[in-house]
């Protein structure tokens, strides 16, 4: 394994607000929806190991029956993913252990096969838990579902979305919880909408429909603002609108009059400086990402576009952000680091990961990423580039990991994967 010295730059975390860098998580404990506390795919936890391997901080690693891409989340101490079976019939809802990976309950979803991107799978949607119940996105193969479960397995309800013909990609739609609302962005070729369901009914409490143009997977954050509510934000093909959490008003919107083919957004968006980071994508290669910037208005009281770039950045793998600049492991496995306001380009480096569909994750000052064949690396938020270990897992990874406890979780083709210190290792015994 590669271990090379961090760079005498890289010292703690820069804490900061949406003016000046990223949302940071509320709780060291928790990975509460897909990327972490507001999407940001940043922790603040300590006791991660830098490096990470089969036989190296490996606290526990469990077996994961079927098939899916949906990513872990983790919310007190239990862990929430969901798989389809062998035969595409079936879905499962798995509630893990965080200490020691064992399994606590499981509660099944009908399910048929269908046709999905070979990078795809019939389980791709990830969770949201607001400490109280989780809430899982199914698609049976032709529509869409939420259903709520509390944290000891008990159903609470399910609410119908519709049907979701799949299309060329099948389904990966993940939802948030905020202020007592399940909100998911409906993104289908032909048809969109945001829909808001009440956390505590399953009943639909709002619904609006947006532009559609080609499938999007990308989940919502939030725009926290002081003393108001805070907006959601959702990104598209369409471009970027903010909506009322309560009534599910458009309060504004950036359309993205660059993205001529209508490039898909896979990728979440991330907030900094001001500014809101997203990018689109295509199977033959289009890359586009831009920066809109939130506090300075073009015509009316739209924001206006700060910079965009057609080269570099990700398709499905989302960004980070530390301090001034972004950081990012795109689709062929280079990772980059770019000043946030300016899209000034400070370095990009190939890293041995190979090809990436699971998005990044930072911890303290690093960030971890892993490849589809399994191959993991560690770089550095700096911006001074160094790798900082590499290993390879003995399966694939398309799923994107969570943190919490200390903990580091990677959910491979066929296992879940447990990384931390040796209290940790201790404690899965």
């Not at 950036?254 to 990728?267: D, F, K």
């Amino acid at each position: 394994m590669n271990h090379l010295s961090i760079s005498a730059g890289v010292r703690g975390i820069v804490l900061a607000g949406l003016l000046g860098g990223a949302m940071m998580p509320a709780s060291a404990a928790d990975w509460p929806r897909f990327r972490g506390p507001n999407g940001t795919g940043i922790s603040n936890d300590t006791g991660v190991p830098v490096e990470i391997g089969e036989s190296t901080n490996l606290s526990w690693k469990v077996e994961i029956p079927g098939l899916g891409n949906s990513s872990p989340i983790v919310s007190k101490k239990r862990i929430f993913l969901q798989t389809a079976s062998d035969d595409g019939k079936e879905r499962l809802l798995l509630c893990l252990d965080l200490a020691s990976g064992k399994q606590l309950w499981s509660r099944p979803a009908p399910g048929a096969t269908a046709h999905t991107h070979k990078k795809n799978t019939l389980a791709s949607g990830s969770g949201a838990a607001d400490g109280t119940r989780v809430y899982m996105p199914f698609w049976d193969g032709h529509r869409l579902s939420i259903s709520a479960y509390d944290f000891d397995g008990q159903h609470a309800w399910t609410c119908e979305l519709g049907p979701f013909p799949g299309g060329q990609h099948g389904a990966g739609h993940s939802p948030i919880v905020v202020n007592g609302k399940v909100i998911l962005a409906n993104d289908q070729d032909g048809m969109a909408e945001v829909v808001a369901i009440e956390a505590d009914s399953g009943k639909i409490a709002w619904r609006l429909p947006r532009q559609p143009y080609m499938s999007s997977f990308s989940t919502p954050i939030l725009l926290e603002q002081a003393g108001a509510a805070p907006d959601v934000l959702v990104t598209s093909a369409d471009g970027v609108s903010g909506y009322d959490v309560a009534h599910g008003v458009e309060k504004w919107k950036w359309v993205w009059e660059s993205n001529a083919v209508h490039l898909r957004t896979v990728a979440s968006p991330i907030l900094s400086q001001g500014m809101v980071f997203f990018s689109g994508g295509n199977g033959p290669g289009a890359r586009h990402a831009v920066a809109v910037n939130l506090h300075q208005k073009g015509t009316g009281s739209v924001p206006k576009l700060a910079w965009e770039s057609r080269k570099d950045f990700p398709y499905v793998p989302c960004m980070l952000n530390r301090g001034e600049y972004l950081y990012f492991i795109n689709d062929d496995g280079i990772a980059g680091c770019y000043v946030a306001k300016t899209g000034e380009k400070v370095w990009s480096n190939r890293v041995p990961a190979g090809k990436v569909t699971s998005s990044p994750v930072m911890v303290e000052d690093r960030i971890y990423a892993f490849g589809e064949e399994g191959d993991a690396v560690v770089f550095a938020a700096d911006p001074t580039f160094a790798v900082l270990a590499s290993s390879r897992l003995d399966e694939g990874v398309m799923a994107s990991p969570a943190v919490a406890d200390g903990r580091l979780l990677v959910r491979g083709q066929h296992h879940l994967y447990c990384f931390g210190s040796k209290e940790t290792k201790q404690a899965a015994k």
